[in-house]
């Protein structure tokens, strides 16, 4: 056996965490990430205006957090679906006083299927009729348990409104942080996404951007989505002009040749001149007519890739006409077995279906079922944009029936052996430089161009099938037992006497679910 190859360790630094707030409308986001801005005030280090570049950067104990400014779980998906993962810890914001609302379960999802960790945040405890301890009774039920419980979600108690427990929260954040293990390069060409990007009077496009690896500098040239351009300024979130921008600090950059969309990459590049022109196709690219093209992510195209081995999961989202119809749908889904394909059901809800059920499916490579529902029109819309399928039914067992029918069709036939007969070996003849084993056969039938292996004290020595069956000087098509035959299999020519020949078949016996 080869050594393992030497473990290549690039010179990869610890970077700071880039956070995102995910929770139900009116639980406090905003507010909270305001107040968390607000502690900068109070450190000292904003001196002038802040600046709203898309995210901040806040130190604390010597750390740094990057917030991502655009709360909730549509912007944090939307990003996802043009390959954008920027954020390394959700927190999901609930306010102590509402309890967890179908938004919460919504943001838990969305956090889920993105493979993000998620802290709890339970804001409001000043309100009157706060009740943390239900909010984390509510969360238990969906996963979230807190270490009181058992569990090993971190929860927080804070007031966004009052500035309470922010400490702490930072705390637990760069606790969750410190688990992870956030490394990136930090030399080098730099490398990121496009938070959001707009005109500036006086500035053109300008574009926020979270630095993921390397380091970004004035002068650099840069590839951006269709758009390229020569870095002229780069501007911090406090509005300052800074040299460099190293992994996860978010930074405004203006020189670029358009206004790329959120989520879209960024990349240094020495060749100005490729750069341009790779920026030029692009852009040649988008403004050609689109042509009408059917969805990409399709129930069939899904199992095809199952089938192909290139994938195991089956990733839905289900919405339904009630909470009753969605526990019968997964619970009838959950009882298709299969060994191959696994289905996961990444959100389930009751309502139809909305863009940011579209965009989820996307960001996870899955489609949207839906049943008893309408798609409203902006998911329409989205979905054929995103070129992701969605299912609606309207009786459950066609449902099921199809997403069976899927599953069985990718089954792969089994081989199933059946021995046709065995022979013993009892003298082995030399013919024209060729061993020739004579047998007596025993049992069954040895069968020509079948299958058939060697047998030496029970170890199979050769296998491969009956090339020469020959009763005394003829060929037979089969030789039955009781009597004697000579055969050769393949071109082995290593027989010994007493060795086995089992003449064997093998079908192809359709697999069930
Ligand atoms: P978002 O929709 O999640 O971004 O929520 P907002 O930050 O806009 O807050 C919604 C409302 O809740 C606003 O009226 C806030 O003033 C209020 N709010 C936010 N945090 C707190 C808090 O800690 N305590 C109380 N009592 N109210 C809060």
């Known amino acids: ?247 996860s600090t978010p930074v405004k950059v203006t020189g670029l040749s358009g206004l790329p969309s959120p989520g879209e990459e960024l990349l240094v590049e020495s060749d100005e001149r490729r750069v341009r022109q790779i920026a030029e196709e692009r852009l040649a690219l988008l403004k050609r007519p689109r042509q009408e093209v059917g969805p990409k992510v399709t129930l069939e195209n899904l199992f095809a890739a199952i089938a192909e081995g290139q994938r195991k999961t089956l990733h839905l989202v289900l919405k339904a006409d009630t909470q009753g119809s969605i526990e019968a749908l997964v619970g009838q889904l959950e009882k298709i077995p299969s060994k191959k394909v696994e289905l996961s059901v990444i959100h389930s809800a009751a309502g139809p279906v909305t863009e940011s059920d579209i965009l989820l499916a996307k960001a996870s490579e899955g489609i949207v079922i839906g049943f008893n529902v309408k798609t409203d029109s902006s998911a329409a819309a989205a979905a054929k944009r995103e070129g992701v399928q969605i299912k609606l039914f309207s009786v459950i067992y066609e449902l099921v029936d199809q997403v069976r029918d899927a599953m069985a069709g990718l089954l792969e036939p089994e081989l199933r052996e059946t021995v046709l007969g065995t022979a013993l070996v009892k003298k082995v003849f030399e013919l024209n430089k060729f061993s020739v084993a004579g047998v007596l056969v025993q049992s069954g039938r040895m069968v020509r161009k079948a299958q058939a292996r060697v047998l030496r004290g029970k170890q199979p020595i050769y296998d491969g099938s009956i090339q020469t069956l020959k009763r005394f000087q003829d060929e037979a098509p089969e030789v039955r037992a009781g009597l004697e035959c000579g055969m050769r299999l393949g071109n082995f020519d290593d027989y010994e006497p007493n060795d086995i020949i089992q003449c064997y078949q093998l079908e192809r016996v359709p697999q069930s679910l």
């Not at 427990?165 to 992870?180: N, R, T």
């Not at 053109?204 to 993921?212: D, N």
Request: aromatic share 4%; glycine share 10%; charged share 20%.
């Open 1 to 247: 056996e080869p050594p393992p190859a030497p473990e290549v360790t690039p010179d990869l630094q610890l970077r700071s965490p880039v956070v995102a707030f995910l929770g139900h409308v009116d639980h406090g986001k905003t507010t909270l990430l305001d107040a968390i801005r607000h502690t900068r005030v109070a450190a000292g280090e904003a001196g002038g205006i802040t600046q709203h570049i898309g995210a901040y950067t806040i130190h604390h104990g010597g750390k740094s957090i990057t917030f991502i400014d655009t709360p909730g779980h549509e912007a944090f998906t939307a990003m996802r679906a043009r390959g954008a993962s920027i954020t390394d810890i959700v927190v999901l914001v609930v306010a102590a006083d509402d309890g967890a609302m179908p938004q919460t379960i919504e943001a838990i999802d969305h956090a889920r299927a993105a493979n993000v960790p998620i802290i709890v945040a339970i804001n409001k405890i000043d309100a009157p009729g706060a009740n943390p301890l239900r909010v984390k009774t509510q969360l238990q039920e969906r996963g979230l348990a807190p270490e009181e419980f058992g569990g090993e979600t971190i929860f927080c108690e804070v007031s966004a409104l009052k500035g309470k427990g922010i400490d702490h929260l930072l705390e637990m954040i760069l606790l969750q942080a410190e688990v992870l293990e956030l490394r990136a390069l930090f030399d080098g060409p730099a490398v990121g996404r496009v938070i959001e990007a707009q005109m500036e009077t006086g500035r053109g496009p300008t574009a926020s951007i979270l630095v993921q690896k390397g380091t970004l500098r004035p002068g650099d040239v840069v590839l951006c989505g269709p758009y390229w351009g020569r870095v002229r300024a780069l501007i911090n979130d406090l509005g300052k002009t800074v040299r460099e921008a190293g992994p």
